[in-house]
């Protein structure tokens, strides 16, 4: 072999520029790119310091033959005429890989049966002996490659593959190679940011890849560092004393670089197997130090509060981006939670997402300044990458009402009376809803019985509901009545006609205040306290959130930390929000309808929680609680009053039933929890004689917030425990 040999040096596809860059950077000249590779020329120094250094690569191939080739029998005799007995005892072992094909070559394993044939034939023919394949761990790794007639024999100086740095044993779903990783924190300026003093974050860091090359690219570690094996290790031209020599050097910069340090790199996850998954290959990198992970959701994202200094970091993170279409609606909501997050508490800061869908990076109110594309495995993604400014920060949009309506038109009697109670609601109410921080709540409710209506507002909404009326009350009249409502709400509120929806409810039998009655399936955005909420005021009777049950939410909120929370009959899972907002450590939200578990999904994810550790089941809760085995802390269990629902094994019926259904909750229920109970039949009673075995407590009275205090017959609701000896 001449002083200066010729490499293909191969990594994944799209990483061929930051390649061609580093091996330069190496040493190496003549750097040509191809196809998921580069072309490159040096000595074995050379070579040596890209299985070593290099950030981006797969393989190192030092190419001993290139020659054309048609058939089989070219590729046999152009492989033979290397003198393998200068690379390989011939009582040796060796493993081939070969990529192409010919005419009488259609599969790779045949290409490298004749690979290897070539070369033990050699062997035996001089030495009366041959080297046997060992496919695991061979003393030489042949790589050959035929394609449009040309055909390439190569020594794998890299063994396995370069992106095997050695620390990560285990990883979580969907992991990124870490050579992909490394090249995802070169497009993101890392090295830059860190050398500036700049932390990093990763907010979804799985297994801690782009944690642990984040490390080792600030305090200058060799990748290559942490692998005692490689495809040179038997090669006969294995020239140990120079190795050496470079791994010195490099334990010498990675010495300096560890008493140096870097800034602050943490990552979060919301699986505390992830977690512990990460730290365990943090410490295998020896890096444990520096690097730091924990438990924590998108929703509770901050920066660090110990951080002083105006330095801007990097957050940097590879969330899910729904291979599965059915996951896009709710990934959506994700985004924009990661979004404002970035907004509210990284302003100045950097951002890189890495996407297998960037349009939902549109969804996160932040510009992109550069985008780059890549493949993980196969699959087509982008680098995005944000800066978190004010020149790339698209408004928030408006909660004001979009047009404030002032037309002054004279009401009759009638309506100017019903305007007055609205308008002194609306100013006894005022306070408290700014207090309470909320834009969802009961406005008016059937307060002049004349007036039959219950008013809702969603922030910049009206949600009108006519209880219809009797059937000895006059149809015009009533229907009169109804007119002078929608005629009075614009001028009193101040939201125009086109945004008051109105519907009329009617007694419910089945699950008829759950059907669809509308095609608009918009979503909109409310807010209570500190829990974003989705409402549809279109499509169904019911809005997707029940107001009157606010203040239980909040008790389930404030009873969470640290707790295992079940919600049955759990609907579009409100209470579930609030429950992982209060840091309950585990939720499972139980229903039958697939709609509103969807529903359930985006409500969560908008306030930035994923399903790690909160789970949705589709099913009976009746059927689902006589087979669960499962023991929760917490219970919130809200049955429809009648159900006949065509998923079910039997009607349900909350008065009749309510005895069963307490007793399988309470049997979940762990010795020290509480189930509250809460249903809507205004007739119910509570079988306390067949329910004595526990404690009961009707807590009905204490359930309502200021705009429910004139109808407190809308719900029921108990706390439920188990007696203590």
Request: glycine share 6%.
């Amino acid at each position: 072999m001449s002083d200066l040999s010729r490499y293909l040096v191969t990594c994944p596809k799209g990483l061929e520029l930051l390649l061609e860059a580093e091996v330069q950077s190496l040493g190496a000249t003549s750097a040509r790119q191809t196809v998921a590779g580069v072309f490159c020329e040096g000595d074995l120094e050379v070579g040596y310091r890209l299985c070593l250094w290099s950030r981006f690569a797969n393989r190192v191939l030092l190419i001993l033959n290139e020659w054309e080739a048609d058939n089989a029998d070219d590729l046999y005799a152009g492989v033979k005429a290397v003198d393998w007995i200068e690379h390989m005892s011939a009582d040796g072992t060796l493993a081939v890989d070969f990529h192409g094909k010919a005419a009488d070559i259609r599969h790779s394993h045949f290409g490298a049966l004749r690979v290897k044939d070539a070369i033990v034939d050699q062997m035996r023919e001089q030495f009366g002996k041959r080297p046997s394949v060992d496919a695991k761990t061979p003393d030489l790794r042949i790589s050959a490659s035929l394609f449009k007639q040309k055909a390439t024999v190569s020594i794998d100086l890299s063994g396995d593959s370069l992106h095997r740095r050695g620390y990560r044993q285990q990883a979580g779903a969907a992991p990124l190679k870490e050579n992909l990783g490394a090249a995802i924190l070169r497009r993101a300026n890392w090295e830059e940011i860190a050398s500036a003093g700049g932390r990093l974050i990763d907010p979804m860091c799985g297994s801690g890849t782009l944690l642990i090359e984040a490390a080792l690219m600030a305090m200058d570690i060799a990748p290559g560092l942490g692998r005692w094996r490689f495809g040179f290790n038997q090669w006969k031209k294995h020239d140990g004393a120079l190795w050496q020599q470079l791994r010195e050097e490099a334990t010498q910069r990675k010495r300096i670089g560890l008493e140096k340090g870097c800034g602050e790199i943490r990552g979060y996850d919301d699986n505390p197997q992830v977690i512990r998954t990460a730290e365990a290959n943090i410490q295998r990198a020896g890096l444990e130090k520096f690097v730091r992970v924990s438990v924590k959701d998108v929703a509770h994202l901050v920066q660090p509060t110990h951080i002083q200094d105006e330095v801007p970091g990097l957050v940097i993170c590879n969330p899910p981006y729904g291979e599965r279409l059915s996951d896009v609606p709710v990934l959506v909501h994700l985004y924009r939670s990661l979004g404002e997050r970035l907004i509210s508490e990284f302003p100045g800061w950097y951002a890189g997402i890495f996407t297998g869908n960037p349009d939902l990076c549109k969804k996160m109110r932040l510009r992109s300044t550069k985008q780059y594309k890549f493949f993980n495995g196969a699959l087509p993604c982008e680098l995005v990458l944000l800066n978190i400014s004010e020149p790339y920060i698209f408004a928030a949009p408006s909660k004001a009402p979009a047009a404030q309506y002032s037309e002054e038109i004279e009401l009759p009697e009638g309506a100017l009376m019903f305007a007055n109670r609205v308008k002194k609601n609306l100013k006894s109410l005022s306070r408290w809803v700014s207090r309470q921080k909320i834009d969802a709540y009961r406005l008016y409710d059937a307060d002049m019985p004349e007036y039959s209506v219950a008013v809702d507002v969603y922030r910049d909404w009206l949600h009108v509901s006519e209880y219809a009326p009797p059937k000895t009350i006059d149809q015009d009249k009533a229907r009169k009545r109804l007119e002078e409502v929608m005629l009075a709400l614009p001028g009193v509120t101040g939201i125009a006609p086109e945004r008051i929806v109105l519907k009329q409810r009617q007694r419910q039998s089945g699950t008829a205040q759950y059907e669809r009655i509308g095609q608009q399936g918009e979503l909109l955005e409310v807010i209570e306290g500190d829990c974003k909420l989705l409402v549809n005021l279109q499509d169904y009777l019911d809005t997707g959130l029940f107001l009157d049950h606010r203040p239980v939410r909040q008790w389930v909120q404030e009873r969470s930390r640290d707790q295992r929370f079940l919600n049955l009959f759990c609907y579009t899972a409100t209470a579930t929000v609030h429950a992982a907002m209060g840091g309950a450590r585990k939720t499972t939200s139980v229903d039958m309808s697939k709609t509103y578990l969807e529903w359930a999904r985006k409500n969560m994810a908008i306030n930035g929680f994923g399903e790690r550790f909160h789970q949705f089941e589709q099913a009976d809760c009746l059927a689902w609680l006589k087979t669960n085995k499962d023991e929760f802390d917490l219970i919130f269990m809200d049955p429809p009053s009648f159900s006949n629902s065509k998923r079910m094994l039997d009607v349900l019926d909350v008065q009749r039933d309510h005895v069963e259904m307490i007793t399988l909750a309470m049997k979940r229920l762990s010795k020290d929890g509480l189930l509250l109970f809460s249903n809507n039949l205004r007739t119910f009673k509570m079988d306390t004689e067949a329910l004595g075995q526990f404690d009961i407590k009707d807590v009905t009275g204490k359930s309502f917030d200021p705009d429910f205090s004139r109808n407190q017959r809308i719900h029921q609701c108990f706390e439920i425990r188990h007696r203590q000896a």
